[in-house]
């Protein structure tokens, strides 16, 4: 079946009537998310229609509360491409503005929901809430749905074990590790490792100057692990490298800019302004303030070969291996 990304609700067209619906942020389309598409699918599987994803960008969050809103797991286009591998036929991105998100829920139940998409099925996390001040709730879709011709089906969350208890995984969670530079608890959570993904850009240099040359990144809207020294992949003109990834200010040259570095190992060449992904994998140590240039080289070295260690032990894991289902 032939995968559609539809930008925009007024390009929703009406063969989409009967879909198995599902809407929400996605942010990092984790092992929830996942059991929400692969119960979706299940439905499509029996029922006929597709699976149909919608989605916001910018996230509402953005437009509600630009100030302190959360940095995205993803970039929009990955995001779009995952909910595709974790199942779902088309993904619909909505724009969202004040007027959308100031919708009564049952006028966005009413005009948007059915309107648009006229739905078999309706699948849902417990937690999904729609329209202003997030009133709709899957309750709503319950009580109203067979008048409005659709079945609600509600998920229960993905819980996995996290310093001896259980816990919901969620997308705020998930930024929660990344924080604090928990990457592997991340990983777990998300289904996959998490990755940044931008643009090369001009560095300091300084990576040549240690023998030790890095690509630059720019993380854009997404969030960032907390400073340290990661393990990890580099993957650059479709060629993946162990990556040995440096976040922070380089105490060593009295910086305060904050960088992000990566170390492909194995890789040579110009990658200014080439796309990059970077795996997270695991986190290796602090940053440090060394005494000299020689000694922080020296470090690198040993960093470099504690990733090859860990890279090697552990298996890659590739987007939305954990997430996809079968069709």
């Given at each position: ?8 609700l007024?390009?929703v ?7 198995v ?13 996942g ?22 960008d ?6 509600v ?11 929009h286009?990955?995001k ?7 199942g ?8 969202p ?12 139940l ?25 009133a709709?709730t ?9 008048a ?19 816990v ?17 608890i ?30 630059n ?8 692990p ?6 990890g ?11 040995a ?35 997270f ?5 602090d ?6 240039a ?11 070969q ?16 954990s997430?996809?289902?079968n069709?």
């Amino acid at each position: 079946m032939k995968h559609e990304h539809i930008k925009g609700l007024s390009n929703v067209p009406g063969s989409l009537a009967g879909c198995v619906l599902t809407m929400g942020n996605f942010d990092g389309v984790h092992r929830g998310h996942g059991r929400i598409l692969s119960l979706a699918r299940e439905l499509a599987a029996s029922n006929g229609g597709k699976v149909v994803a919608m989605t916001f960008d910018p996230p509402p969050d953005l437009v509600v509360r630009p100030a302190d809103a959360p940095k995205r797991l993803m970039p929009h286009e990955e995001k779009v491409q995952m909910l595709i591998q974790a199942g779902a036929d088309v993904v619909v991105t909505a724009k969202p503005d004040r007027a959308m998100l100031m919708m009564p829920a049952c006028d966005f139940l009413r005009d948007i929901i059915v309107a648009k998409f006229s739905p078999r099925h309706i699948v849902e996390g417990e937690n999904f809430f729609f329209g202003h001040g997030r009133a709709g709730t899957v309750e709503m879709l319950r009580q109203q749905g067979p008048a409005l011709g659709f079945d609600t089906h509600v998920v229960e969350p993905v819980h996995t074990q996290f310093e001896g208890q259980s816990v919901r995984i969620s997308s705020t969670l998930i930024r929660q590790m990344l924080h604090e530079g928990r990457v592997e608890i991340a990983a777990d959570m998300l289904g996959r490792c998490f990755a940044l993904s931008n643009t090369v850009v001009l560095g300091d240099q300084l990576g040549r100057v240690l023998e030790f040359p890095t690509a630059n990144i720019q993380p854009g809207q997404q969030i960032v692990p907390c400073d340290g020294v990661y393990a990890g992949w580099g993957e650059l003109a479709g060629e993946r490298f162990p990556a040995a990834i440096s976040i922070g200010c380089k105490p060593t040259f009295g910086q305060h800019e904050r960088f992000i570095e990566a170390n492909l190992v194995g890789a040579s060449g110009d990658f200014y302004g080439q796309a990059i992904r970077v795996e997270f994998l695991a986190r290796l140590r602090d940053q440090w303030k060394f005494d000299s240039a020689e000694t922080l080289k020296e470090q690198i070295a040993k960093d470099v070969q504690q990733v090859l260690k860990t890279v090697h032990k552990k298996k890659p894991r590739h987007p939305g291996d954990s997430a996809r289902v079968n069709s």
